[in-house]
């Protein structure tokens, strides 16, 4: 009789171990016992290495269950990351990107601003820094300049504004995506300000737009526009990007869909 051997199954714990490893909520530490346990029976590991082992599983499992919970609440768009990142192809210089991602700024509190042309890879390289924080246990929350003021003129309808934005802004990171593409009404100018009053030395800031910070008065009450600029860029790194649509050289390359067969 031919076949694939089977590997040993490792035997279950004990149910008094089992019950206190769920009283002291220890998850990963239980899924990974009887293996860890079985093995070291058979190596004749010493107990202090039981011990760590077990222990790290614990630490590892709960760190990727804090990174699923923190993705998920911060709402980023696309699942862009620098692994899909070309940062020979884009405009921003190769010593500013490094510096970004070291992710230094943020611990400083300082905010980040881009600004350029539609297509020139300014929402992926915010959003691949975003997925970065998020894996340095940083916690993130996405926007466009639209979903904000919707959620700041919610808060508003029951007075609880001050409390969202307090709420927003206990994140360590907030990126708001491509300001200026849509005219933006006092609704929207006050949604901002308020943002970046709030956040100004406290917290990150991750701006992406089509206009220069000094334009937005372009889109938005002066008044409002310059009491916004001024908190944003006082701590802040100016990046502007150039050149043609990357995602328009991909669509005339044909590199925008699968090709049908």
């Not at 620098?82 to 010593?95: G, H, K, V, Y």
Request: charged share 25%.
């Amino acid at each position: 009789m031919t076949g694939t051997a089977l590997a040993p199954v490792a035997p279950p714990i004990p149910d008094e171990l089992d019950a206190v490893l769920r009283r002291m909520r220890f998850p990963y530490l239980r899924k990974a016992a009887p293996g860890v346990l079985a093995t070291a029976r058979a190596q004749r590991w010493d107990p202090a290495e039981v011990v760590r082992i077990l222990l790290e599983e614990e630490i590892r499992g709960r760190d990727e269950a804090g990174r699923r919970i923190r993705r998920k609440a911060a709402g980023l768009p696309a699942g862009k990351t620098f692994a899909s990142w070309r940062e020979d192809a884009s405009s921003i210089p190769l010593p500013a990107q490094h510096a970004l991602m070291t992710l230094e700024w943020v611990t400083r509190a300082e905010n980040l601003c881009i600004a350029g042309p539609s297509g020139t890879g300014k929402s992926h390289f915010a959003e691949a820094l975003a997925h970065k924080a998020i894996d340095a246990g940083m916690r993130v929350a996405w926007f466009t300049l639209e979903s904000l003021t919707a959620a700041l003129g919610r808060a508003a309808v029951d007075g609880t504004t001050t409390r969202a934005v307090a709420k927003i802004i206990r994140c360590d990171v907030v990126a708001i995506d491509d300001i200026g593409m849509l005219p933006a009404g006092q609704a929207a100018a006050e949604a901002l300000y308020r943002l970046v009053d709030a956040a100004y030395e406290r917290r990150s800031l991750i701006i992406t737009s089509n206009l220069h910070p000094s334009g937005l008065d372009t889109i938005m009450p002066k008044t409002l526009a310059t009491a916004t600029v001024d908190r944003l860029l006082h701590h802040a790194h100016l990046i502007l990007t150039d050149g043609t649509s990357l995602r328009l050289a991909e669509a005339t390359a044909g590199k925008g869909v699968t090709p049908l067969t």
